[in-house]
């Protein structure tokens, strides 16, 4: 099983970017799909999920559920997160993480989560 973002980069305030997470050897139709992110000096902590199947989606802030858009192309095995109107404070490295079977009760809860990728990098306004 593999997860690889990709879609991060540097852009200005105000832009928008769309990070991709791309599986191979597992369906989201099995597997939840949560976006974490990590600072330096900080605990990675969750941004979004996107129960299997295409279920439930969820964030961890109003702000985030009013900026970003989690969702899922099956043909693709593909999770998107788009970050529409991006602040400094959306700096930071994304991770992609799957989760087998329901766990929208806990699904800010990195530990949960089986298989991570590598990161994908978002820089805002430097």
């Known amino acids: 099983v593999q997860l690889v973002e990709s879609g991060g980069g540097s852009v200005q305030p105000g832009e928008s970017l769309r990070l991709s997470c791309r599986a191979s050897?597992?369906?989201?139709?099995?597997?939840?799909c949560g976006w974490f992110r990590q600072v330096p000096g900080k605990e990675r902590e969750a941004v979004s999920y996107?129960?299997?199947?295409?279920?439930?989606?969820?964030y961890a802030t109003a702000d985030w559920r009013r900026r970003f858009d989690i969702s899922v192309n099956h043909a693709k095995d593909t999770v998107y997160l788009r970050l529409d109107n991006v602040q400094p404070g959306d700096t930071g490295v994304y991770f992609c993480?799957?989760?087998?079977?329901?766990?929208?009760?806990?699904?800010?809860?990195?530990?949960?989560?089986?298989?991570w990728g590598q990161g994908t990098q978002v820089t805002v306004g430097q």
């Open positions: 996107l129960e299997r199947a295409d279920g439930g989606t969820y």
């Open positions: 050897g597992l369906s989201f139709d099995d597997y939840g």
């Open positions: 993480a799957a989760v087998w079977g329901l766990y929208e009760s806990n699904w800010w809860n990195a530990n949960g989560y089986r298989y």
